[in-house]
């Protein structure tokens, strides 16, 4: 067990549509990381939440974006679905040397 | 902007024999360099990190790797592998940490008993 917990594993939107992923970081962990993995590819960096803010960010568009909550919890939210969008999404958590990935949430839009 | 390159997208051993999976990097500040691994149907887990100090970093189950900064490269290796390493592999180098961490397009694994 990572201690990563996302929510939901699998999700199926329509093109167009909005979508929230959430983020439970391990214990003890205060910064937030998100990937998004194509089929056969590596993960791809989207952006990272610390003490609440987007501290940095990938190369993803504006239809991308997040929110970290007092707990550390987190959320990343994607706009206007394309088709391209479909892939696997991570979620990973860190604190200092360490750092954890969650199972993902597969996307699938339609 | 930092980039990772995979030399190999699949790879094929008998158990028992020796690994070496080869990764360069691109970036021009202090770098930290990552090994993950993705068992089937599993989470990314980290296998071993590279920060700073001895350049040869031992890992998880029997894993190391070699960063040599001459060459920005940063090698696995395994001297016997087993039917349980089947798996997927990604390099990664990330600055200042966790900060933006960039993955390689990963190497397939596959260990014949």
């Known amino acids: 067990d990572a201690g990563v917990t996302q929510s939901p594993t699998h999700l199926i939107k329509t093109r167009g549509q909005q979508v929230t992923l959430r983020c439970s970081p391990k214990?003890?962990?205060?910064?937030v990381s998100w990937y998004q993995q194509a089929l056969g590819q590596g993960p791809q960096f989207i952006f990272q939440?610390?003490?609440?803010?987007?501290?940095q960010r990938g190369n993803f568009p504006d239809r991308f974006s997040g929110h970290q909550f007092p707990n550390y919890s987190s959320e990343l939210n994607v706009n206007a679905l394309l088709l391209g969008d479909s892939a696997l999404y991570l979620c990973?958590?860190?604190?200092?040397?360490?750092?954890?990935f969650g199972q993902g949430t597969r996307l699938t839009v339609v | 902007a930092q980039s990772v390159s995979q030399h190999n997208h699949h790879v094929i051993l008998s158990e028992a024999a020796s690994l070496e999976l080869g990764c360069n990097y691109s970036?021009?500040?202090?770098?930290?360099l990552f090994w993950y691994v993705q068992y089937p149907g599993q989470h990314l887990q980290l296998l071993l990190k590279?920060?700073?100090?001895?350049?040869l970093v031992k890992g998880i189950k029997g894993f190391e790797a070699e960063f040599i900064k001459s060459k920005f490269s940063f090698n696995l290796r395994k001297p016997s592998v087993q039917w349980s390493d089947t798996a997927e592999y990604f390099c990664?180098?990330?600055?200042?940490?966790?900060?933006?961490?960039?993955f390689g397009t990963g190497t397939k694994l596959q260990v014949i008993p």
């Open positions: 990973a958590s860190s604190y200092r040397e360490e750092a954890f």
């Open positions: 990664a180098v990330g600055s200042g940490g966790y900060q933006k961490v960039t």
């Open positions: 939440y610390y003490e609440e803010e987007e501290r």
């Open positions: 214990s003890g962990h205060d910064t």
């Open positions: 590279y920060f700073s100090g001895d350049p």
């Open positions: 970036y021009g500040g202090t770098v930290n």
